[in-house]
Protein backbone atom coordinates (compact mmCIF):
# COMPACT_ATOMS: atom_id res chain seq x y z
CA UNK A 1 0.00 0.00 0.00
CA UNK A 2 1.34 3.46 -0.91
CA UNK A 3 -0.63 6.89 0.54
CA UNK A 4 0.09 10.42 -0.60
CA UNK A 5 -0.44 13.22 1.63
CA UNK A 6 -0.52 16.79 0.06
CA UNK A 7 -0.59 19.96 2.16
CA UNK A 8 0.25 23.82 1.58
CA UNK A 9 -2.89 24.83 -0.15
CA UNK A 10 -5.05 28.20 1.58
CA UNK A 11 -5.91 31.86 0.61
CA UNK A 12 -3.33 33.62 -0.62
CA UNK A 13 -3.83 36.99 -2.52
CA UNK A 14 -3.33 37.60 -6.04
CA UNK A 15 0.90 38.13 -7.31
CA UNK A 16 1.13 36.02 -4.22
CA UNK A 17 3.05 32.52 -3.55
CA UNK A 18 2.24 29.06 -2.35
CA UNK A 19 4.02 26.08 -2.46
CA UNK A 20 2.36 22.75 -1.78
CA UNK A 21 4.13 19.24 -0.86
CA UNK A 22 2.78 15.94 -2.07
CA UNK A 23 4.58 13.30 0.34
CA UNK A 24 4.30 9.76 -0.09
CA UNK A 25 4.97 6.45 2.18
CA UNK A 26 4.66 3.13 2.22
CA UNK A 27 5.73 0.06 0.47
CA UNK A 28 8.07 1.70 -2.15
CA UNK A 29 10.74 0.86 -4.37
CA UNK A 30 10.81 3.84 -6.89
CA UNK A 31 8.56 6.61 -8.17
CA UNK A 32 8.37 7.15 -11.85
CA UNK A 33 6.81 9.78 -12.51
CA UNK A 34 4.80 12.68 -9.98
CA UNK A 35 2.32 14.63 -11.30
CA UNK A 36 0.35 17.56 -10.04
CA UNK A 37 -3.23 18.33 -11.62
CA UNK A 38 -6.31 20.68 -10.35
CA UNK A 39 -9.66 21.28 -10.91
CA UNK A 40 -11.43 24.33 -10.78
CA UNK A 41 -14.94 24.59 -9.98
CA UNK A 42 -17.12 23.45 -12.91
CA UNK A 43 -14.05 22.48 -14.81
CA UNK A 44 -12.18 19.29 -15.50
CA UNK A 45 -9.20 18.40 -14.11
CA UNK A 46 -6.24 19.77 -15.92
CA UNK A 47 -2.43 18.38 -15.67
CA UNK A 48 -0.16 21.43 -14.20
CA UNK A 49 3.20 19.61 -14.06
CA UNK A 50 4.90 16.65 -14.04
CA UNK A 51 8.38 15.48 -13.77
CA UNK A 52 9.80 12.09 -14.82
CA UNK A 53 12.49 10.37 -13.08
CA UNK A 54 14.67 10.45 -16.08
CA UNK A 55 12.88 13.54 -17.80
CA UNK A 56 12.92 17.31 -17.75
CA UNK A 57 9.97 18.83 -16.24
CA UNK A 58 6.99 20.01 -18.15
CA UNK A 59 4.40 22.55 -17.81
CA UNK A 60 1.36 23.48 -18.61
CA UNK A 61 1.09 26.70 -20.80
CA UNK A 62 -1.10 28.84 -18.33
CA UNK A 63 1.50 28.01 -15.67
CA UNK A 64 4.74 27.77 -17.76
CA UNK A 65 7.17 30.87 -16.25
CA UNK A 66 4.99 30.83 -12.91
CA UNK A 67 5.27 27.46 -11.59
CA UNK A 68 7.77 25.06 -10.64
CA UNK A 69 7.85 21.47 -9.87
CA UNK A 70 10.43 19.95 -7.95
CA UNK A 71 11.09 16.13 -6.14
CA UNK A 72 13.02 15.11 -3.29
CA UNK A 73 13.39 11.44 -3.64
CA UNK A 74 15.52 11.11 -0.03
CA UNK A 75 11.69 12.46 1.20
CA UNK A 76 9.80 10.74 -1.52
CA UNK A 77 8.17 14.16 -1.96
CA UNK A 78 7.16 16.27 -4.61
CA UNK A 79 6.63 20.00 -4.55
CA UNK A 80 4.91 22.47 -6.47
CA UNK A 81 6.15 26.28 -5.95
CA UNK A 82 3.02 28.57 -7.55
CA UNK A 83 4.43 32.18 -7.80
CA UNK A 84 2.10 35.58 -9.79
CA UNK A 85 -0.94 33.63 -8.76
CA UNK A 86 -3.65 34.32 -10.48
CA UNK A 87 -7.43 34.42 -9.78
CA UNK A 88 -8.03 31.58 -12.41
CA UNK A 89 -5.36 29.16 -10.29
CA UNK A 90 -7.88 29.23 -8.21
CA UNK A 91 -8.87 25.19 -7.75
CA UNK A 92 -8.02 21.98 -5.78
CA UNK A 93 -4.62 20.88 -6.51
CA UNK A 94 -3.65 16.96 -6.97
CA UNK A 95 -0.55 15.10 -6.81
CA UNK A 96 -0.39 12.07 -8.61
CA UNK A 97 2.43 9.34 -8.38
CA UNK A 98 3.08 6.43 -10.48
CA UNK A 99 5.05 3.98 -8.16
CA UNK A 100 7.26 0.22 -8.22
CA UNK A 101 5.39 -0.73 -4.76
CA UNK A 102 7.43 -4.32 -3.63
CA UNK A 103 4.60 -6.87 -3.74
CA UNK A 104 6.13 -10.01 -1.90
CA UNK A 105 9.21 -11.16 -3.94
CA UNK A 106 8.34 -9.02 -7.08
CA UNK A 107 6.94 -5.04 -7.75
CA UNK A 108 4.02 -3.84 -9.25
CA UNK A 109 3.01 -0.10 -10.54
CA UNK A 110 1.05 1.78 -8.93
CA UNK A 111 -1.06 4.60 -9.45
CA UNK A 112 -1.80 6.42 -6.50
CA UNK A 113 -3.80 10.17 -6.17
CA UNK A 114 -3.33 12.28 -3.18
CA UNK A 115 -6.18 13.44 -1.18
CA UNK A 116 -6.54 17.26 -2.68
CA UNK A 117 -5.62 21.13 -1.29
CA UNK A 118 -7.68 23.49 -2.19
CA UNK A 119 -5.73 26.81 -3.51
CA UNK A 120 -7.76 30.10 -3.18
CA UNK A 121 -6.43 33.38 -4.92
CA UNK A 122 -9.05 36.16 -4.44
CA UNK A 123 -8.79 39.78 -2.92
Known amino acids: QVQLVESGGGLVQPGGSLRLSCAAS????????MVWYRQAPGKERELVAK???????EYADSVKGRFTISRDNTKNTVYLQMNSLKPEDTAVYYC?????????????????WGQGTLVTVSS
Open 96 to 112: KMVVQSYWGYSTITLEV
Open 51 to 57: IISDGSP
Open 26 to 33: GSIRSINA
